[in-house]
């Protein structure tokens, strides 16, 4: 069973940079492709970002393209997600997902195309 565990989260000032970490565990990291949702209060959930399983692929949403990068360590059973510039709307609890096949473009915006979740880590940016 795959176990996701994000961190990172916190409170910071709009324009500074953030980095958030998710570790998986319980599988073989490699074979799973990864990425990030999030969820703002009263919003409906939202694509953030996804890579393949080797990293040479990545795909992000159009609110955070140019802002956010992500990227992973295969040797540390580790996804991360490198948010920049932040704004007071990326303010949200930024969910780890993983699956077995990588959604590889606009079917990544579709929830559904990922089969684990983690728990979540609060981001919260202040104007």
């Known amino acids: 069973q795959v176990h996701l565990v994000e961190s990172g989260g916190s409170v910071v000032q709009a324009g500074d940079s953030l980095r958030l970490s998710c570790v998986l565990s319980g599988r073989t990291f490699s074979s799973y492709a990864m990425g990030w949702f999030r969820q703002a209060p009263g919003k409906e959930r939202e694509f953030v970002s996804a890579?393949?399983?080797?990293?040479?692929?990545?795909f992000y949403g159009d609110s955070v393209k140019g802002r956010f990068t992500v990227s992973r360590d295969n040797s540390k059973n580790t996804m991360y997600l490198q948010m920049d510039s932040l704004k007071s709307e990326d303010s949200a609890v930024y969910y780890c997902?993983?699956?077995?096949?990588?959604?590889?473009?606009?079917?990544?915006?579709?929830?559904?195309?990922?089969?684990?979740w983690g728990q979540g880590t609060q981001v919260t940016v202040s104007s």
């Open positions: 997902v993983a699956d077995r096949y990588y959604c590889g473009g606009y079917g990544c915006y579709d929830a559904a195309s990922f089969g684990s």
């Open positions: 890579i393949s399983w080797s990293g040479s692929s990545t």
